[in-house]
């Protein structure tokens, strides 16, 4: 899809405004027709909070997008050819992101490869070679740039005769994360490729590393997880790949080590059990939305997200939200009002700042 200028430049603004997320932006789109009649539309939809709303400011916009292209870097749109077809797919996919690099990397058989930090030598050497086999099958390897496996991963891939690896961060596209990786980062944008969602400029924060984790997941068609603890954003990576309907493997390790709980709890759970780079092949070969494993599977929802709501009254949704998560479909079953009714009613609390989006289709008042 072609955009113009001005256009583009709207999407951009409209995401980068206050209380904008990737279900309110892609709503706004569909209700308004276009990113600039969105803008317009924005202090209204929002004046049931007690704040005035105000858009994100054009010149911010502007040297946004000039430290991109200072950056070597290029947006992508959700609607663009470019754009990941299995990304697309999943809830809360990102509308734009920032990218430098082989977009047609994307378009591969991808597998994700996450795991711990502070991962023994055997799982990092075990990555590495797992990365390095996959890669010289044409399997594109996806994983976050952090320390420990992510890192071996990337490198894996890269030392093939043809690269196959997509790094994902937390940060904005021209900013290093973790600083000792500036060279692996740059390598992976030149010769791989390189997504960010965050604005350029951003560092990384806590909160934007799941929503980093969303972005490995939905790339690929299967996530192995090579080495974590029991807590770990390796197992938020696993079940955001379970909740959309990917492949899940875990490689096991030792009871004894702590750094190996994790992907015993999630085979455990139904995650695949995986030994050798061929067993990782074979999943993923012809893989078709069926995964094998059924840790996490896909939830079902009553109702369609993409549902046309433009003509609809907001439903009354006072005496059903707190601020405990709940799922869109039981508030679409408890309001009677008809799912178009209650989106509305949600993209209005979520613009003025009222309403969270949690994963797995729930909400929840912001408190």
Same mark, same amino acid.
């Given at each position: 899809?072609? /955009?113009?200028?001005?256009?583009?430049?709207?999407?951009?603004? /409209?995401?980068?405004?206050?209380?904008?997320?990737?279900?309110?932006?892609?709503?706004? %789109?569909?209700?308004? =027709?276009?990113?600039?009649?969105?803008?317009?539309?924005?202090?209204?939809?929002?004046?049931? =909070?007690?704040?005035?709303?105000?858009?994100?400011?054009?010149?911010?916009?502007?040297?946004?997008?000039?430290?991109?292209?200072?950056?070597?870097?290029?947006?992508?749109?959700?609607?663009?050819?470019?754009?990941?077809?299995?990304?697309?797919?999943?809830?809360?996919?990102?509308?734009?992101?920032?990218?430098? *690099?082989?977009?047609? %990397?994307?378009?591969?058989?991808?597998?994700?490869?996450? @795991?711990?930090?502070?991962?023994?030598?055997?799982?990092?050497?075990?990555?590495?070679?797992?990365?390095?086999?996959?890669?010289?099958?044409?399997?594109?390897?996806?994983?976050?740039?952090?320390?420990?496996?992510?890192?071996?991963?990337?490198?894996?891939?890269?030392?093939?005769?043809?690269?196959?690896?997509?790094?994902?961060?937390?940060?904005?596209?021209?900013?290093?994360?973790?600083?000792?990786?500036?060279?692996?980062?740059?390598?992976?944008?030149?010769?791989?490729? %390189?997504?960010?969602?965050?604005?350029?400029?951003?560092?990384?924060?806590?909160?934007?590393?799941?929503?980093?984790?969303?972005?490995?997941? @939905?790339?690929?068609? @299967?996530?192995?997880?090579?080495?974590?603890?029991?807590?770990?954003?390796?197992?938020?990576?696993?079940? %955001?790949? =379970?909740?959309? *309907?990917?492949?899940?493997?875990?490689?096991?390790?030792?009871?004894?080590?702590?750094?190996?709980?994790?992907?015993?709890?999630?085979?455990?759970?139904?995650?695949?059990?995986?030994?050798?780079?061929?067993?990782?092949?074979?999943?993923?070969?012809?893989?078709?939305?069926?995964?094998?494993?059924?840790?996490?599977?896909?939830?079902?929802?009553?109702?369609?997200?993409?549902?046309?709501?433009?003509?609809?009254?907001?439903?009354?949704?006072?005496?059903?939200?707190?601020?405990?998560?709940? @799922?869109?479909?039981?508030?679409?079953?408890?309001?009677?009002?008809?799912?178009?009714?209650?989106?509305?009613?949600?993209?209005?609390?979520?613009?003025?700042?009222?309403?969270?989006?949690?994963?797995?289709?729930?909400?929840?008042?912001?408190?």
């Amino acid at each position: 899809m072609s /955009l113009s200028q001005d256009e583009a430049f709207a999407r951009i603004r /409209l995401l980068r405004s206050p209380n904008i997320g990737p279900v309110s932006y892609a709503q706004l %789109l569909r209700r308004f =027709g276009g990113a600039e009649q969105a803008i317009d539309a924005l202090p209204d939809l929002a004046s049931k =909070g007690k704040r005035q709303y105000r858009a994100a400011p054009k010149d911010g916009i502007e040297r946004e997008i000039a430290e991109v292209r200072k950056a070597g870097a290029r947006y992508l749109f959700h609607d663009m050819a470019e754009y990941p077809e299995l990304l697309g797919q999943i809830e809360s996919a990102p509308p734009i992101v920032t990218i430098r *690099g082989d977009a047609t %990397l994307a378009a591969k058989p991808c597998v994700a490869m996450v @795991g711990a930090r502070n991962a023994s030598a055997a799982a990092v050497k075990l990555a590495r070679e797992f990365a390095h086999a996959l890669a010289d099958e044409g399997v594109v390897v996806v994983s976050g740039l952090a320390r420990g496996i992510d890192g071996s991963a990337h490198l894996g891939a890269l030392s093939v005769s043809k690269p196959a690896t997509i790094g994902v961060i937390a940060s904005g596209i021209d900013i290093a994360y973790p600083p000792q990786h500036s060279d692996l980062q740059e390598q992976i944008a030149d010769e791989g490729l %390189l997504i960010a969602e965050q604005p350029p400029g951003t560092e990384p924060r806590g909160s934007h590393f799941p929503s980093r984790n969303r972005i490995i997941a @939905g790339l690929a068609a @299967g996530t192995l997880v090579v080495e974590a603890a029991p807590k770990s954003g390796s197992l938020i990576t696993a079940r %955001l790949a =379970g909740e959309s *309907g990917r492949e899940v493997m875990a490689i096991p390790g030792s009871p004894l080590d702590a750094r190996s709980q994790g992907c015993n709890q999630l085979i455990r759970d139904g995650a695949v059990l995986v030994q050798s780079p061929e067993d990782v092949i074979e999943l993923m070969s012809g893989f078709e939305g069926q995964p094998r494993s059924t840790f996490r599977e896909a939830e079902s929802f009553d109702y369609d997200p993409g549902e046309d709501f433009s003509d609809a009254e907001p439903a009354d949704l006072a005496s059903l939200l707190t601020t405990a998560p709940v @799922g869109v479909d039981e508030l679409i079953r408890q309001s009677d009002a008809g799912a178009a009714s209650v989106q509305m009613a949600l993209l209005e609390l979520e613009i003025s700042g009222e309403l969270v989006r949690h994963a797995a289709g729930r909400v929840s008042l912001s408190g």
